[in-house]
C-alpha cells in the first residue's frame, strides 16, 4: 500500500488494537452483538454494516460467508431467510464469536462454523447460491509476518487469500450463484483485476458508498463474473446487462 493509504489502515488498526474503549457489546442493524477480544470491530468502520444492507441475500437458499468477524452478516442472512448458511475465520476468536451470536439471535440450526483457511474446511461437494467476504483488502508484501491473528482482518500478504477466493470461488457456486466481494479503495484494485483475470473473471461494481470516519474510505460491493470472451464476429460490442 502506499503512504496515504498505509495511514489510513494504521488508523483503523490503531483503533482495534486500543483495549480501553473497546465495547464487549455494540448495537447494529437493530440487533445487539457481542464482540469478543481480537476479532475485527464492526463499529469502528462503516463496512460490516453496509455491505450486510447490500448484500442480495438468496432467499430460501443456501449462504457462505468468508472472514465472518463477530458473525453480523452471516446471522442477518440467516434471519433474511436464508435456508443454510456457513461462516468461515481464519481466526479461531472470531469462530467463537460468531457461535455466540448465533446462539444469541436463535438462528444455531441454520448457521453452522468453521475454522477455515478460505475454503479449505469446506467439504468437496459445499456449493452455495450466494458467497461473500467482506476482504482484508490492505496489500502487504509476501514476506509480512503476522504477528496476531487480528491482523489477519486487515492484510493480505502477497493477496495470497484474494487469490485463492478467486481461483475457487466460482467453483462453490450452484448454478446461477453469485461470487460478491466487499472491498474498498484501501484495496488494490490493479492487482485484484489481475488475479480475477487470471482465474477467467472480471470485476463488477454493485454498489459504492464514500464514508469519511474513521477515514475517508470508498467503500465498494463487487461481483466476480465470468470474464468476456473475445467478440464474436458481427457482435455490435453493445453486449448484455450483467
Ligand atoms: C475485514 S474483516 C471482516 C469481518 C466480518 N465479516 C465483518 O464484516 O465484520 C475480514 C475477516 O476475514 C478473515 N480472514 C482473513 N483471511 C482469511 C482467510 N485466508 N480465510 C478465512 N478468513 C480469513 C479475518 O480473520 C477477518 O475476520
Do not use: K
Not at 72 to 84: D, E, F, K, N, S
Not at 205 to 230: H, N
Amino acid at each position: 500500500v502506499d503512504g496515504a493509504t498505509w495511514d489510513v489502515v494504521a488508523s483503523v488498526v490503531q483503533l482495534h488494537a486500543r483495549r480501553e474503549g473497546r465495547p464487549d457489546r455494540f448495537a447494529m442493524l437493530g440487533l445487539e452483538w457481542e464482540l469478543m477480544e481480537g476479532v475485527f470491530a464492526p463499529v469502528y468502520t462503516a463496512t460490516t454494516e453496509l455491505y450486510t444492507r447490500w448484500i442480495p441475500y438468496p432467499d430460501g437458499g443456501a449462504f457462505l460467508e468468508v472472514g465472518c468477524g463477530a458473525g453480523v452478516t452471516a446471522v442477518v442472512a440467516a434471519l433474511r431467510g436464508c435456508r443454510a448458511v456457513t461462516a468461515l475465520d481464519i481466526s479461531a476468536a472470531a469462530v467463537e464469536n460468531t457461535r455466540r451470536n448465533m446462539a444469541a439471535h436463535g438462528v444455531r440450526n441454520r448457521v453452522r462454523v468453521l475454522r477455515s483457511d478460505m475454503f479449505e474446511s469446506l467439504g468437496p461437494d459445499a456449493r452455495f447460491d450466494v458467497i461473500f467476504w467482506n476482504s482484508n483488502y490492505a496489500h502487504v508484501p509476501t514476506s509480512f509476518v503476522y504477528e496476531t491473528e487480528l491482523q489477519h482482518a486487515f492484510f493480505d500478504a502477497g493477496y495470497r487469500s484474494h487469490a485463492a477466493y478467486l481461483r475457487e470461488g466460482r467453483s462453490r457456486l450452484t448454478a446461477g450463484g453469485r461470487l460478491l466481494l466487499g472491498f474498498s479503495s484501501i484495496g488494490d484494485r490493479a492487482l485484484l483485476d489481475r488475479l480475477a483475470a487470471q482465474s477467467g473473471l472480471r470485476v463488477a461494481l454493485l454498489r459504492r458508498e464514500a464514508v469519511t470516519s474513521p477515514a475517508p474510505i470508498d467503500c465498494q460491493l463487487l461481483e466476480l463474473l465470468p470474464a468476456l470472451g473475445p467478440a464474436a464476429p458481427g457482435d455490435d460490442g453493445g453486449g448484455s446487462a450483467a
